[in-house]
């Protein structure tokens, strides 16, 4: 029988249901007749590429929505982080810091590359193979978290790139799609060198340290080229975690994570067995929580000049001030300024040894045992911070011969013998109980020269000093207190005082211009004023040491500091005179109210007017403008502001050359036989000059002085004034802290005496005008209650207004009631 051929239906036939569900039914058949597991192969697969078609349609649409709203990235090809207003001394070390993010911007090339390796091996170790995803670690990551609504892990460095510079740290799949957009638009944009480099400059790391340049100096006070394997690796910890791991508030975390990398580093072949054994034992140095929190790594103390320069900086830029990386170079001199530093402290806490112990800052209550213990002291202390040198402490026993203190970390200061004295009423066993030294008192201690510790007390009185050049104005170091953060107010800018003795030469300046000279003789006698001429009441002005000598010249008045010299040189050139002339000097006449008292530095100025003022004796006579801030430049070294110091010139003169030298003659008298005498015998130089100064009571202690180099000035005194005591001095109390400056700034200085110039003569031991020196000045004063001679015509002096002392009532003999009626012309 022949066979029967086959053929196709047409297209237009109708479908045969019977032949297409035998069709189905024989392959339903022929699957069921497969092995179990081929099944379960086939049903699988199916599964997936259903999953997977699924998966790609939800990225497309999740691209078509969401690529066209990422960022733009283009601008990280120039990266500009935001860096803070850094300021620098004349000779580049850093001496403040300003801004929201602390951020030292650092390229890769110089990054080192033991440090790169310790973060490769924590955070990324495929970071050069990958195109910016870890797909293995995406899928780890995923299986982690199914049947969870966040995301976990799996970050690579690229992805913690767009992450920081352009999303929130929230952790969920959104974010997560975003990033992973963010990552492929920055892998195709950027290169791995530029990816890594804005890593390691953009992280937070703690203690308002972004990037690991930043991160080095606060946790190791050093520059990032300088760190070891060990250090890397604890830095390397931090991104994951900054407070968690970090090595000032969680030491033994940090430790275990810092562990850990290492081991990282060495499974990855970043270092050998032999490095990764050494850096397991190296005992790391961690700055002090204090240093650390507050991002000091400065050597030198120059808080309240830095705070000048932001102020000033501020004043141009606006908020750009602390994002813009201006590098600020100013006139301060490091060396200069850390001894002033010193020097004013060493001075205040001098004085501070002679005043009573105030008792301790506060009693706390400890527990027994150790852990609790610990914990209650690091409290105390972070509440009670160290302030420089002077540390807090714990006592945690007490005794008349020896006092017990802890302090943070465990360590134990045993304190005796003269580290007692100081305290000494407060170990009395009947000591007032707000004084009394015991368990729990919150206590300041300082290191003696002899490797001991010694019980003091923050200082209430304050202080300060300011150096300059007399010749340009460039300050060369400036500390406006005692302590920056005890006290922000800034005394040498801000404090206005009385200068007391300190602002006679002014006085005696102006008497020049009236025919007086050094060889002039005043009679130091007693006065009497009446109230017209004070401006308030009655006054019997007397000597700081309530004795009067009688006639002696102009220069042994200067030097011995005597107040009714200087009161009767005011009356009788007129106080108003003398008014007009010192504004020459810089001073403001409203602070300076036109009365006898004037004599005596009753009206108000402050340090910076004294140093500016004393400058134009310095220079010969020229008045100069002090200035702080010599170049500005942007981060990469775009130089925006550059100051190049100036002498002056006739423009700028305030006062004749004639009148600056005779003066500084007298003030150089000062320093050999009078007040400031310590100065000389201690510098061991004849070009020194200067003037003490102390208000009545005692309630400002100034010198003022200079070489023909520098002019320094040091005041100290209650910011609420009160009396500093009745034995404290201007020679007590600032000479000293002048002294220990200049021997320094005149360390290697030639000796320079000042040059005479045209127009003086010398008369015996006394310089003058020429004109004078025939008997043409004034020859005496008060002898008879008039001037002995007047000068020739064209330099009239007025006659002399001073009211005797009555007969019946002899000065120093006047009844109580009207003697407590003399003008304390100190007083507010």
């Known amino acids: 029988m022949a066979a029967r051929p086959y053929t196709l239906p047409m297209p237009d036939s109708p479908p045969q249901p019977e032949r297409r569900g035998s069709f189905l039914r024989r392959m339903g058949a022929r699957f069921a007749e497969l092995h179990p597991v081929i099944r379960w192969a086939v049903f699988g697969g199916a599964v997936g590429l259903a999953g997977l078609a699924a998966i790609l349609m939800a990225v497309a649409i999740a691209l078509a929505v969401a690529y066209p709203n990422l960022p733009d990235v283009s601008d990280l090809s120039e990266y500009r982080p935001k860096l803070p207003l850094r300021v620098y001394s004349a000779e580049g070390d850093l001496i403040g810091e300003f801004g929201e993010e602390r951020r030292n911007f650092t390229s890769i090339a110089e990054i080192p590359r033991v440090l790169t390796d310790a973060v490769l091996a924590i955070e990324d170790a495929r970071f050069f193979q990958h195109g910016g995803v870890d797909y293995v670690g995406v899928v780890r990551a995923g299986l982690a978290n199914v049947g969870k609504a966040k995301s976990q892990g799996a970050s690579t460095i690229t992805m913690q790139v767009a992450r920081n510079v352009y999303l929130s740290s929230e952790k969920t799949f959104t974010r997560k799609i975003y990033e992973i957009l963010l990552t492929f638009k920055l892998e195709h944009l950027l290169t791995k060198d530029q990816i890594l480099e804005i890593y390691m400059n953009q992280i937070y790391l703690g203690n308002r340290a972004y990037g690991f340049a930043a991160a080095a100096e606060t946790y190791f006070g050093k520059a990032l080229k300088d760190i070891t394997v060990a250090e890397a690796a604890m830095l390397a910890g931090l991104p994951k975690a900054p407070s968690a791991f970090n090595p000032i508030s969680n030491p033994k975390r940090a430790r275990s994570r810092q562990l850990y990398i290492i081991e990282r580093m060495l499974d990855n072949g970043f270092i050998t067995a032999e490095e990764a054994d050494s850096a397991k034992k190296q005992e790391l140095r961690i700055k002090s929580g204090q240093h650390a929190g507050s991002g000091s790594t400065l050597r030198t103390h120059a808080e309240f000049v830095a705070e000048m320069a932001r102020q000033l900086i501020f004043a141009q830029y606006g908020e750009e001030t602390y994002t813009r990386g201006l590098n600020v170079t100013t006139t301060i001199r490091a060396s200069d300024q850390e001894v002033a530093y010193q020097a004013l402290r060493q001075g205040i806490l001098e004085y501070e040894r002679r005043q009573p112990y105030r008792g301790p800052e506060k009693f706390i209550t400890l527990p027994e045992k150790a852990p609790e213990l610990d914990d209650a002291i690091d409290d105390a202390i972070d509440e009670h911070p160290d302030n420089g040198d002077l540390l807090s402490a714990i006592v945690l026993e007490a005794g008349p011969r020896k006092v017990i203190a802890a302090r943070r970390s465990g360590e134990i200061l045993e304190i005796e013998g003269d580290g007692l004295r100081f305290a000494q009423a407060g170990l009395q066993p009947r000591a007032a109980p707000k004084l009394k030294l015991r368990r729990g008192a919150v206590i300041r201690v300082i290191k003696t020269s002899r490797n001991g510790w010694e019980i003091l007390q923050l200082p209430e009185v304050e202080g300060a000093f300011v150096s300059l050049d007399p010749q340009t104005g460039a300050i060369r170091a400036l500390v406006g207190g005692f302590d920056f953060e005890k006290n922000k107010f ?233 009396k500093l005591g009745d034995r404290e001095t201007g020679g007590g109390l600032s000479l000293p802290v002048w002294i220990a400056y200049m021997e320094h700034a005149l360390r290697d200085v030639p000796i320079l005496e000042l040059d005479s110039p045209p127009g003086v003569v010398q008369a015996g031991v006394d310089w003058m005008y020429a004109e004078h020196a025939q008997g043409g000045g004034v020859l005496s004063l008060g002898l008879d209650d008039q001037p002995a001679a007047m000068p020739p015509p064209g330099a009239i002096t007025p006659p002399v207004t001073v009211t005797p002392a009555p007969a019946t009532a002899p000065a120093g003999n006047q009844p109580a009631e009207e003697r407590s009626r003399i003008l304390d012309l100190f007083r507010n």
């Open 490 to 722: 800034n005394h040498v800018t801000q404090a206005w005082r009385q200068p007391g003795s300190s602002f006679k030469p002014f006085i005696y300046s102006a008497a020049l211009e009236k025919g007086f000279t050094p060889a002039t003789v005043v009679n130091d006698a007693p006065l009497f004023f009446e109230p017209e001429l004070t401006g308030g009441q009655p006054w019997e002005p007397k000597n700081y040491d309530g004795t009067f000598e009688g006639p002696m010249s102009l220069r042994r008045g200067m030097a011995k500091s005597k107040n009714m010299i200087s009161i009767r040189l005011l009356d009788a050139i007129g106080a108003r005179y003398a008014q007009e002339w010192i504004t020459q000097f810089g001073f403001e006449a409203a602070k300076h109210p036109p009365y006898l008292t004037m004599a005596l530095g009753a009206g108000s100025v402050t340090p910076m007017q004294m140093a500016t003022a004393y400058s134009a004796f310095a220079n010969g006579g020229y008045r100069i403008d002090p200035w702080l801030i010599s170049k500005i430049t942007e981060q990469k070294g775009k130089v925006l502001v550059q100051v190049k110091p100036v002498a002056p010139d006739e423009s700028a003169r305030a006062i004749d050359p004639r009148n600056a030298f005779v003066i500084s003659t007298l003030l150089q008298e000062v320093m050999r036989t009078g007040t400031g005498s310590r100065a000389m015998a201690a510098l061991k130089r004849p070009d020194i000059y200067g003037k003490t100064g102390t208000t009545n009571d005692s309630m400002d202690a100034w010198f003022a002085g200079y070489h023909p180099s520098v002019t320094a000035v040091t005041w100290i005194g209650y910011d609420t004034p009160r």
